[in-house]
């Protein structure tokens, strides 16, 4: 998929099929005041909306679509693909930006950090994208950062993580630390009087500086103890060791931040040594519908994840989001946490770039504090002055036919802290 011109996704019928099929899905978002409309309207002048040379025509803008399409990280970032290319053909349904169709040039980061940033400059330098939307693990993200602040592009990254970094040049539409680690260690702490705690993550810095800051948390405020703490390689499928580690520790709660398909593994083999997860408690902050995809349902039933987006969130906008989704991409495919913050990527940049007229980079960094998204399958999310987003952080409980029952939810939106004091 590397150097395509146009992928945008291609459903079954013609093209004016699938538009009609996309408007009835989104018929009446919220965050949209005007009626849809099938063909742009004429926009603002280029020059006028274009003033640092991106690749945008009267007619035209084009973004890019960064993630992995293949390698071990393929699990989690598909759906992520599918969730920018849904909003972008619904944005385009309704006319575009700035009276603009948006082309997409997708890149594959192939699980692979340094390819990330090679990607991530050919996207900025040679095709001009106006937005890029893409990277899953913070490591392909600190790869391309200092590629998108060289060369003064906008990143939109989809994934929660760890916090401890703010840029002119990201928006953040994920959780970071204190709206996901630090609240689904103080739920189960609540709710289950867990003391004692297991850390097993991949190695790489998001599951490193997460279970860092979970230690400190457990410690200092939880008044707990970490009884283990593992890590192992991207891609890495036996776990028999670490399990038999785990069952003579016996901690409270398992504390999961594996992430690819190094997944399907560990649950798997977690559930053959006899570990009842019913009974077993087990947080993840990792695990998605996406990945539970390939673990299988009745491999992880029992367990909870710590996420702020489950696809059985009932609110009108979830409904006509899994509708609209289930329609392109077929009744079976599944929407995890990171492919509806994935979603909120287009529809963010489009909003941002109506309310400061003009596609600039630095005029779109300046004007998205504040940005609303009241169409937000998650319900509805506004953009905080540090390029994270208000979110509601929700916790759900792993069902054998692969979704989650929301069992908690913030009463307020959450506000972002990137750099936590006493954390960093």
């Given at each position: ?119 991530a400059k050919k996207l900025l330098v040679n095709d001009k994208c ?9 490591a392909s993200r600190k790869a391309v950062l200092p590629v998108f ?276």
């Amino acid at each position: 998929m590397s150097g395509e011109k146009d992928s945008r996704p291609r459903a079954e019928g013609p093209d004016s099929s699938l538009r009609r099929r996309l408007l009835m899905g989104m018929a009446a978002l919220p965050a949209m005041a005007a009626a849809p409309r099938l063909a742009a309207a004429a926009g603002p002048a280029t020059a006028a909306v274009n003033t640092t040379g991106l690749a945008i025509t009267d007619s035209e803008v084009t973004v890019g679509i960064l993630h992995s399409v293949t390698g071990t990280m393929a699990i989690s970032e598909t759906g992520s693909i599918q969730a920018e290319k849904l909003a972008i053909e619904q944005i385009n349904a309704m006319g575009g930006v700035l009276g603009r169709r948006i082309k997409v040039i997708q890149e594959d980061g192939g699980s692979d950090w340094p390819t990330f940033a090679e990607k991530a400059k050919k996207l900025l330098v040679n095709d001009k994208c106006a937005a890029v939307f893409g990277c899953w693990t913070s490591a392909s993200r600190k790869a391309v950062l200092p590629v998108f602040e060289q060369y003064n592009g906008m990143l939109y990254y989809p994934t929660f993580y760890e916090g401890l970094e703010q840029s002119k040049n990201v928006i953040y539409t994920g959780q970071e630390a204190t709206q996901q680690i630090l609240a689904g260690l103080n739920w189960i702490n609540k709710e289950r009087g867990s003391k004692s705690f297991f850390l097993i993550g991949s190695d790489y810095i998001w599951p490193r500086t997460s279970n860092k800051i979970a230690r400190k948390h457990i410690e200092a405020v939880l008044k707990g103890r970490v009884v283990g703490e593992e890590y192992f390689p991207l891609g890495h499928t036996q776990f028999n060791s670490v399990i038999n580690k785990i069952k003579l520790s016996k901690p409270d709660v398992i504390f999961a931040d594996v992430v690819g398909g190094s997944n399907v593994a560990f649950y798997k083999q977690l559930k053959a040594a006899g570990v009842d997860l019913s009974r077993q408690a087990l947080m993840t902050i990792s695990v998605t519908e996406d990945e539970i995809d390939g673990i299988g349902g009745e491999n992880i039933a029992g367990a909870f994840a710590c996420m702020k987006y489950f696809q059985s969130l009932q609110n009108e906008n979830n409904t006509r989001f899994v509708e609209a989704f289930h329609r392109m991409w077929g009744p079976k495919t599944v929407i995890g946490d990171v492919t509806q913050a994935a979603y909120l990527g287009p529809w963010l940049w489009k909003l941002t770039a109506e309310k400061a007229e003009s596609f600039d980079v630095d005029k779109i960094a300046a004007a998205s504090a504040g940005i609303e998204f009241k169409g937000a399958p998650e319900g509805y999310v506004r953009i905080h002055p540090n390029h994270h987003l208000w979110s509601k952080t929700r916790v759900g409980r792993a069902r054998t036919d692969g979704q989650f029952d929301v069992i908690y939810e913030t009463a307020e939106l959450m506000e972002p802290d990137p750099f936590p004091k006493g954390y960093q």
